[in-house]
């Protein structure tokens, strides 16, 4: 189980590789959304927004309207697939991360990340 500010340097991680992906395959594959990311064992939810500049980085602070992207996942896993050592396709496979999301969303996402 990792801390929420070992959660907290992960998406702020997270924020960074989004930084380092190219203009072309971000307007390939970015749309403007919402994302929400729940930690279940730490009862925390981290809020950030996606658009074709990258990804904003992750706060506490709910958004006025629901997410569009909505991610839960536990904390070791979070910081294990920030750092590579987790497969995402793996990981929704065996049910340690859910993502509640549009089909065509699911599949930028997988580009990305």
Not at 62 to 73: E, F, Q, R, S, W
Request: net charge negative; glycine share 8%; hydrophobic share 40%.
């Amino acid at each position: 189980m990792a801390s929420v500010e070992e959660c907290r340097a992960a998406l702020a991680k997270l924020v960074a590789q989004f930084d380092e992906i190219g203009d072309e395959d971000r307007a390939k594959h970015v749309v403007e959304r919402t994302v929400s990311c729940r930690v279940p064992d730490l009862d925390v939810t981290f809020y950030g927004r996606l658009h074709h500049d990258g990804l904003d980085p992750f706060t506490e602070e709910p958004p006025a309207d629901p997410a569009d992207v909505k991610l839960t996942i536990g904390s070791g896993d979070l910081v294990a697939l920030v750092d590579g050592e987790l497969d995402l396709a793996r990981a929704l496979l065996g049910g340690r991360v859910k993502i509640d999301a549009s089909f065509g969303d699911l599949l930028r996402l997988r580009r990305l990340i």
